[in-house]
């Protein structure tokens, strides 16, 4: 387990208007998926959430993002798309630590319910952002180092070779302390199964999703100096 950590979260409204851009892009990286709309009314609701993003999320959206809403429909490249889909595991992160989604922990695999509630709460043209800070409570700073360590957790299991003995070792210390439900000898998903029985395809997930999760948590919680620089793992 981690050694106790020194949590200085960012303001609330940092946090805000972080998790709107984030939002924002994920909500751009659906709209190039979106075989259902018109390409006309897709490219006006892209051109008003780029518009609106310009001014209102100025001091929270990153020149990399704001390039992604002002790419017209169709031309996205891979690399926008990738970070268009990190930014919805990040904005989910971040979303739980505001309490705007009603959600004891992020779920472990990948939940749509839980992705879609975190659309549904962010704001868009042409909403202020300020506003939503009535709306919000942050979770305590031993809350937010739970959360944070068990994502750490779930990042190390899916992304490290580990002996049977140091997972023993680990699964014990998890186990005592409650962080993660223990089957077979293993980490369990929410529903119950063991990391070691998922089809490959899910721990791949679990992997690149706890990764974008721990990283935005990480910055939640002070480390770094910015989005840019929040470490994925700490020293």
């Known amino acids: 387990m981690d050694d106790e950590l020194d949590i200085q979260p960012w303001p609330v409204l940092e946090l805000i208007g972080r998790a709107v851009a984030l939002t924002s892009v994920a909500k751009r990286g659906m709209m190039e998926v979106d075989d259902q709309s018109d390409a006309f009314s897709q490219e006006t609701d892209r051109f008003e959430l780029s518009t609106w993003a310009r001014t209102e999320l100025s001091n929270w959206i990153t020149d990399a993002e704001l390039a992604v809403l002002n790419t017209a429909i169709g031309e996205l490249s891979e690399e926008q798309m990738l970070l268009s889909e990190e930014a919805m595991y990040s904005a989910?992160?971040?979303?739980w630590a505001?309490?705007?989604v009603n959600a004891e922990q992020l779920p472990i695999p990948d939940n749509d319910d839980y992705n879609s509630a975190v659309i549904v709460w962010a704001p868009?043209?042409?909403?202020?952002?300020?506003?939503?800070?009535?709306?919000?409570?942050?979770?305590?700073?031993?809350e937010l180092a739970i959360e944070r360590e068990r994502m750490e957790l779930w990042h190390w299991r899916s992304n490290t070779d580990v002996?049977?003995?140091?997972?023993?070792?680990?699964?014990?210390?998890?186990?005592?302390?409650g962080l993660i439900p223990i089957w077979d000898g293993d980490f369990a998903t929410d529903d119950g199964v063991p990391y070691g029985s998922l089809p490959?395809?899910?721990?791949?997930?679990?992997?690149w999703i706890s990764e974008q999760r721990l990283k935005a948590l990480n910055w939640v919680c002070g480390f770094g100096d910015s989005w840019e620089t929040a470490p994925v793992t700490l020293d």
């Open 200 to 207: 490959e395809e899910v721990r791949d997930d679990i992997s």
């Open 92 to 95: 989910g992160a971040i979303a």
């Open 163 to 177: 002996t049977a003995e140091d997972l023993a070792e680990v699964v014990a210390e998890v186990a005592e302390a």
């Open 98 to 100: 505001l309490r705007v």
């Open 124 to 142: 868009g043209p042409w909403d202020r952002v300020r506003l939503l800070q009535k709306r919000v409570r942050l979770h305590s700073d031993e």
